[in-house]
């Protein structure tokens, strides 16, 4: 029997995503940059978009939802919290990523108003749907109900450039961002700090420098005149 | 604060000074500490620092974990409050679309300007910097030298809080004794690369930054900076006990609200506030400086912005400290009879020899700092080493192919993480994740190394702003079109920036991902991106070669002058905020002098 490709992409997924990615390019120039508005390049929004404006109040403690609405529907915050799961499982130092609120981080970023948002949003979103239909292909079952060794294989196919698949690589790109703002949505958490031993943002009466013996052990000295 | 509103602004102002960072903050500091009466504009609106910096908030409680976005670039904490890259209503443009000649501008809208978010690094320009062209022929040589300025940078130095050690290095001037204060310690990335960077020939020593290690001797400095002035004395020394030392968290780039790093509202505008001498006029802006009978600045035309409606300020003498480009546009804008080219400009100079700075970066991987023990690396916000320009010899026999320095800046440790998230590096093409994803964060985090290259630009005839002859602001004031481009020697030194910093992340037994770009033209960062901008009423010896004599007065209006980064004839490496606060005072002190001469 003559097997499909299982990672042949749905053609009208690849078309949106190709549609997509040239609509992306219009943005891609950063118009931000300071970039006058009459040499914006075409398309670009001539101000920003309404999103938290130039002076927004910077003490206040905010949550995904706060400042624009959350976008995504029950059975996609089900699908993204899976798999923010496979990409940061709970382990014996600190929690999955969904259990920390990266969740609603994706959610909203995919949401929010801002050019690269809008941009990297509508990747997202695509791949998601890549990834519930190859699932369900697969497995019979969307990712969120496919079995925990099913929805870690198809992450492991999206997980490399393959020179051979090259329809595949849509997939893998939403797969390394999807993946990137999972670990910057995790490690920012008190939970995901304190995970990677991030001991500072505490005030300190003196600043010591290194831990004692670390410098002699690196074959480093510390006797400059400072 | 005496903040006022046009309404109750005074018909008795000494001195109106246009800003209120650097610039402005030292100007009108100096001249209402020595009893000028000063009224002070800002286009922005009033803010304050002990009130409003996010100390201790992380970025899980920011939108977007904190990120930069078109209305808060620099990520959602950084201080900078209406302002930009884009400021609503206030476009400008570029002359042309190619690429490589563009101008990128950043405004702070607020009270204290730039200095609220910026670096602190805080570095003296050289003797060799005043006199460039003397060296290579190249660019101008300042009126003044640097025993002219040295005194100035003391007392910026004092009044401020500047840390850093003198190292006796070639052109990079020693502060007296007692005036820095202590270094904190390197970090274990900056160790490695200090010790690495040996082998190289790279000098690696304390960076000079405006923060405090420890408190300000409230009781030996305000005499030395005030002598024979009791009142002054008495405020300075009561508001030095009120700037605590530094304590270790929270980015210097939020701004700080226990006073221990310098921005002109904590440091400058406290103290002149006190005296009574000055008022402070937000939300104002400046639109053109207005003219007596006899030709001298009678004051400053402004718009109010909560209403739109158009005042004047009147003054015996106008001190423009609005930014470089921002006092070129003032300027310009302010024309008439006797002035048909803008006001300052009979030689024509006025607006030309913009100069930013050169700025690439490059970093690696390094190993050694792979899995060290957890610890607590924040210390003074940014980097706590940095590399003084160092090639000199080399330069002087032809070797490098540019001319001009720079110096390097680092970036290392375990740093608070941010929306980015850790530093990955994805072996064999790999996106990493599950178990082997946070194993490798654990691993990885902290072994990651940046160097900032940031190098001197030399002045030339295509880089300028004018008035743009069809665009107006929402207020229709018109309003700036650049004009920009790199000479070989900027390119060549970006290009040198990248090879030297991947050849020091090999000596550290890091990996570089890829090879440096030999071409500088993709290395190097857009004018005005790296937001030091100077020159456009640049200082001379002459009235025919430059815009305002050797004490920063317009050639043209005796009573008019500019206090901000305008006046560089030259843009050493050294980032020049630390210049604009010396000439800030010195200026000022001009200002005081002519006054008591009866001069203006």
Known sequence: MNTPDPMRIDRRVAIKWMLTASAGAVFASRPAFGVPAAEAPAGAPAKPPDGYGLDPDLLRAYKPGDLWPLTFSAAQRRQVAALCDVVIPADSRSPSASAVGVTDFIDEFVSAPYPDNVRDGKKILEGLAWLDAESARRYGAVFAEAAGPQRASLCEDISRDDPGRPGLKPAADFFRLFRNLVAGGFYTTPEGMRDIGYEGNVPLARFDGPPPGLVERLGLTDEVKW | ?600
């Open chain 2, 1 to 600: 604060m005496a903040s006022v509103s046009p309404i109750s602004v005074s018909d008795n102002y000494d001195v109106v000074v246009v800003g209120s960072g650097a610039a402005g903050g030292q100007a009108a500091y100096t001249l209402a500490m020595e009893g000028a009466r000063v009224l002070m504009i800002e286009a922005g609106r009033k803010y304050d620092p002990v009130s409003e910096t996010p100390m201790f908030q992380t970025n899980d409680t920011a939108p977007l974990r904190g990120a930069g976005t078109p209305d808060k670039y620099f990520g959602f904490h950084d201080a900078t409050v209406g302002g930009g890259w884009i400021v609503p209503g206030e476009p400008y443009t570029n002359a042309s679309d190619e690429e490589g000649r563009q101008f990128t501008w950043w405004r702070a809208r607020m009270l204290g300007g730039r200095t609220n978010h910026w670096g602190r690094i805080a570095l003296r320009n050289g003797p060799y910097d005043f006199k460039p062209c003397s060296r290579d022929g190249l660019g101008f040589d300042w009126p003044i030298s640097y025993e002219d300025v040295a005194p100035y940078y003391d007392k910026v130095e004092m009044l401020i809080g500047v840390f850093g050690s003198n190292n006796g290095l070639e052109n990079t001037p020693d502060s007296p004794d007692g005036v820095l204060l202590p270094p904190p310690r390197a970090r274990i990335g900056e160790l490695l690369a200090r010790q690495r960077g040996r082998g190289l020939g790279i000098p690696v020593i304390p960076i000079h930054r405006a923060v405090l290690t420890r408190m300000l001797d409230h009781r030996a400095i305000p005499p030395r900076l005030h002598p024979g002035n009791a009142k002054a004395q008495r405020i300075l020394s009561e508001d030095m006990q009120g700037r605590a030392a530094c304590f270790w968290a929270t980015p210097c780039g939020r701004g700080c609200s226990i006073r221990a790093n310098y921005q002109s509202t904590t440091v400058h505008l406290p103290p002149a506030l006190a005296t009574g001498n000055l008022d402070i006029l937000a939300n104002a802006m400046a639109r053109e400086v207005y003219l007596d009978t006899k030709g001298r600045a009678a004051g400053v035309t402004y718009i109010d912005k909560t209403t739109g409606q158009e005042h004047r300020a009147s003054a015996r003498a106008v001190v423009l400290a609005a930014g470089a480009c921002e006092t070129v546009r003032l300027l310009l804008n302010s024309k008439s009879g006797r002035f048909p080219n803008g006001l300052a400009n009979s030689s024509g100079l006025v607006g030309r020899y913009i100069m930013d700075t050169v700025g690439a970066e490059w970093g690696g991987h390094v190993p050694l700092l792979e899995s060290l023990p957890p610890h607590n690396e924040d210390g003074a916000g940014g980097g706590h080493v940095y590399v003084p320009w160092w090639l000199y010899r080399e330069q002087k026999r032809g070797r490098l192919g540019f001319a001009r320095g720079y110096h390097v800046e680092f970036g290392t440790g375990k740093m608070m993480p941010g929306a980015e998230g850790p530093y990955l590096p994805d072996a064999g093409g790999t996106t990493s994740f599950g178990s082997r994803l946070k194993e490798d964060a654990r691993r990885y985090y902290g072994s990651y190394v940046s160097f900032t290259g940031r190098g001197e630009m030399i002045p030339n005839r295509d880089s300028f702003c004018e008035i743009d002859p069809t665009v107006v602001d929402k207020w229709g004031i018109p309003v700036l079109r650049f004009h920009w481009k790199w000479s070989e020697h900027e390119i060549k030194q970006a290009a040198h920036m990248q090879r030297t910093f991947a050849d020091w992340i090999e000596a550290m037994g890091g990996t570089n991902t890829k090879a440096p770009d030999p071409d500088g033209r993709r290395a190097i960062h857009a004018g005005g991106a790296i937001i030091h901008e100077v020159g456009g009423t640049i200082m001379g010896n002459s009235p025919s070669n430059s815009v305002t004599n050797p004490w920063s007065q317009a050639w043209d209006v005796a009573n008019l002058f500019v206090a901000d980064g305008g006046v560089f004839a030259s843009n050493a490496d050294k980032n020049p905020t630390l210049t604009i606060m010396a000439l800030a005072w010195r200026t000022a002190d001009r200002v005081l002098d002519e006054m008591r001469r009866g001069n203006i």
